[in-house]
């Protein structure tokens, strides 16, 4: 099983096997690749936004109070989002470049700096978030809620890394052209999520927190 998302791009398969189909169509007609490549990563990004509609949904059942301390971690969820997706998108993109330019060891040398990238970007922001939880929340006018809001938060906070690794590999595989693969990934993480929800939230009663473990698992299984 393959943990590697560099692996996984194929950017270090031997020379007979560098050029996949999604290098060839980063290489060939610029009209069939712009098609080729963007239609699967809208349906992607679409998808992406699935994730927090389903926890909304399941944690619904579990109260107001649980779903306005989901909403003050919403926030924080969407600068882990960020960040991983702008690292993703430099990463992906100098890739690309070195792809077009036949630079295979260029292409190899950038996925590899990006994981430390990620590594580094992890500890910065999930150590303090995890650690000052509480005194986050408690300013903002969390109330009553900030328990629970604390409860998911350090979940998210927790599995960070594979918040982080999701979105930089789906990155890498899409810079190497393979937006479809990408796109079916997140597609089979969001179905799992739905199912993964319910069992974590009430038949394991870890309540809102489980909401924010069946994202983590359902993002970690499809991407191990």
Not at 129 to 135: H, L, M, R, S, V
Not at 183 to 195: C, D, F
């Amino acid at each position: 099983m393959h943990n590697n998302p560099v692996e996984k791009a194929g950017l270090f398969s031997s020379a007979a096997e560098s050029k996949t189909k999604g290098v060839d169509t980063l290489l060939g007609d610029p009209k069939k690749a712009i098609l080729k490549l963007a239609i699967p990563m809208i349906v992607a990004m679409s998808v992406q936004n699935i994730y927090q509609l389903v926890d909304t949904y399941w944690v619904s059942g579990l109260g107001a109070d649980a779903l306005a301390a989901m909403g003050f971690v919403f926030p924080f969820f969407f600068i882990s989002m960020s960040l991983s997706n702008g690292l993703g998108i430099g990463g992906g993109a100098a890739i690309s470049r070195r792809i077009g330019a036949r630079d295979k060891e260029g292409a190899d040398e950038v996925a590899v700096h990006t994981i430390i990238l990620i590594l580094i970007l992890v500890l910065v922001f999930s150590i303090p978030f995890y650690t000052f939880a509480p005194q986050i929340f408690t300013p903002v006018g969390a109330g009553k809620t900030t328990g629970l809001a604390v409860a998911y938060a350090r979940v998210i906070f927790l599995g960070s890394i594979v918040v982080f690794f999701t979105n930089v590999a789906n990155s890498i595989i899409r810079s190497e052209g393979d937006s479809k693969r990408a796109m079916q990934a997140m597609v089979l993480g969001a179905g799992l999520n739905i199912i993964l929800d319910p069992i974590f939230i009430y038949t394991l009663k870890l309540g809102i927190a489980g909401a924010a473990w069946a994202t983590l698992v359902s993002l970690a299984i499809l991407h191990s």
